[in-house]
């Protein structure tokens, strides 16, 4: 079975310009979530997808931040205007039911760097 | 203050000691995960718990819901236990986890 899958593995990108991370989840996997971690901070919640309904943004930092997850597979972090204080992992994580009893299960992030 | 505090912050230990990671929480919560990540790595789930002890090979997780603490503990530690160990709770409230900052922990041989 094919683990959660995010790209790019890294992301550099300059002040201003848009960046657009994915998140494959597991196959069968309604729930799914965005996570980062900004550089000597613990890692943040960003959102909670249920298919591709919002259930929970409230971690989402501001407007300059756009999730999606049209048809309720992959989903997409887009970043537009980046600045400065973006850099960091973005992490995705998907379960089959909220939560851990359905088993949380991680991607390998995505490296972002904005210069 | 974060609802997740993890120490120590950072552990150097040499091959095979005996090492424990403390995990303590403010908030109610339905489950406790310990992750790994190695440098440049993703996130490894080691262990998902809700009360008392759980063994995985060298490591051991222990959780005391009334005190809302945890520890993670390696037995004969190896440089490749080398990485950074995280805390996280799901709150009761909801489904999405808050995390502790991490122990980088590394192990000389």
């Known amino acids: 079975e094919a683990g959660v899958t995010q790209f790019p593995s890294h992301s550099v990108i300059e002040k201003g310009q848009t960046v657009t991370l994915r998140c494959d989840p597991i196959s069968g996997h309604d729930n799914l979530y965005w996570y980062r971690r900004v550089m000597g901070k613990e890692i943040k919640f960003l959102l909670h997808f249920v298919k591709e309904s919002k259930q929970d943004e409230s971690g989402m930092p501001n407007n300059r931040f756009l999730a999606e997850r049209t048809g309720g597979t992959y989903s997409t972090l887009k970043v537009q205007p980046a600045e400065l204080e973006d850099s960091g992992v973005y992490f995705c994580?998907?379960?089959?039911?909220?939560?851990?009893?359905?088993?949380?299960?991680f991607g390998s992030g995505t490296r972002l760097t904005v210069v | 203050k974060n609802e997740v505090e993890q120490s120590p912050q950072n552990l150097t230990a040499q091959e095979g000691e005996f090492i424990t990671i403390n995990c303590s929480y403010s908030v109610g919560i339905s489950a406790l995960h310990w992750l790994q990540q190695h440098p440049g790595g993703g996130i490894v789930s080691l262990f998902m718990l809700s009360s008392g002890k759980k063994k995985h090979g060298r490591l051991i997780a222990t959780i005391n819901i009334q005190e809302k603490h945890s520890s993670l503990h390696i037995t004969a530690s190896h440089p490749r236990d080398s990485a950074v160990y995280i805390c996280a709770v799901e709150e009761t409230s909801g489904s999405r986890l808050t995390f502790g900052e991490g122990t980088q922990l590394t192990v000389n041989p």
């Open positions: 994580a998907s379960s089959q039911i909220p939560g851990s009893a359905g088993g949380y299960t």
